[in-house]
Every structure is written in C-alpha cells, then in structure tokens.
C-alpha cells in the first residue's frame, strides 16, 4: 500500500482515519494501476465532485510526496475541465495554487502536442454541438505530460463520477484497449473508483461488463 498522509484524518476523527487507511488497503492494493495513476485519478475525481477541502489538499500533498509534478497537477486540471465543466476546473486551479502556495505567473506555460486527437463521441445530430465537442476534447487530449493511458483513465473516472455510463464511458474504454491498457487493468481502475462512491463505481462496473464484452474481451 502506498504510504498516504493521514495525519490531518487522526485529528479530526481517530475513528475516520482507521476506516480511510482500511479503504486505502483495498484500493491503494489493486494491482493494475500505478500509485501515481491512483493519485491522479483521487485528483480528477476531486475536481469532478467539487472536493477542494481536505481531501484535495490531501491528494495534491501525497501526489507531491510521489513526484508528480506541478506542471502535472495542473495539467490533469485542464484536461478534466470539459468532463467534469469549466466553472469546476478553474474553482480548482484557484484552490491548487493555494495548496501549493504558488502566486500569479508561477507555473510555466503548458506543452501541448499540435496534432492531437480529438477524442469524443456524440448522438445528437446538432451539429455546433458537435464541433464544440471535438474542439474541446482535442484541446484536452492534446497535454503532453499525461500519457495516453492516463488521459483514458481520468476520461474515465470523470465518466464515473458524472454517470455518463452510455456511449461516453464506452469510448474513453475503447481509448484505454487501443492504448495497450488490458482489461484487467481497465477493471482495476474502476475498482479504484470505489473509495469515491462505491455504488457509483458498481454501476460502472455491471456497465464495462458489457463493454468489454463487446470488445471481444469480457468476462
């Protein structure tokens, strides 16, 4: 298990901070995952649900502890933004640069890929919607410093947190498989997921069943 700052939990609640490590163990022990992917994913979710209190400052401290780097944090930040909304991705940019005492024009200019992709799916037949998707999704996947497999993951756990269970969590699995990620890893990282919502992430799992199926690749 990864070794996760709890210190802040004790004080509050010795009782909490026993149940929180026992969750960790459950979900910091998913083999599929790497922490830093882990610690990623606890940040897209806290951004996703509004959670920039103690459990963001927390996150943003143990991503730190793990080396992930402050270019990175706000990186997962905007590529969450057109998933979890714009409003909710700059609340969020404000409360990083508090946590990490950072002040105006202190983090360097964002590396983004020229030719990226733009990664989105859409059954409406409107079609400025249509092209407000695809820009704002290439804009997304185009940060550098999250790889492939990251972007599909976080992809993913904003569809999880959002319960955008349909044609939008199907693709972003889909983005996961062509990345190399195996199913089981894919499974993992929605276990993951539970320490969030735990019936949330049950709905997506009974969801990637069917996915994975159709991907020839299911149980």
Known sequence: MADLPSAQLRDLDPA?????????????????????????????NDVCR?????????????????????????????????????????????????????????????????????????ETADEWFERYLRSRTADAWAETLLSRRERAFLAIAADVANQTLGQSLRSHVFSALDAGVGPEAVRDMVRFLSEFAAFKAEAALRRLDEILADAGSGP
């Open 50 to 122: 509004g959670h920039l209190g103690l459990a963001f400052r927390m996150h943003v401290t143990a991503a730190r502890q793990y080396d992930v780097t402050v270019e990175t944090l706000y990186a997962v930040v905007r590529f969450i933004a057109p998933y979890a909304g714009y409003p909710a991705a700059a609340d969020a940019l404000e409360r990083l640069a508090e946590v990490l005492g950072q002040g105006p024009n202190q983090v360097r200019p964002a590396a983004l890929s020229s030719d990226a992709e733009p990664n989105y799916v859409t």
């Open 16 to 44: 909490f901070e026993r149940i929180a490590l026992g969750t960790g163990e459950f979900t910091y022990g998913l083999p599929g995952l790497s922490v830093r992917e882990k610690l990623l994913l606890c940040l897209a």
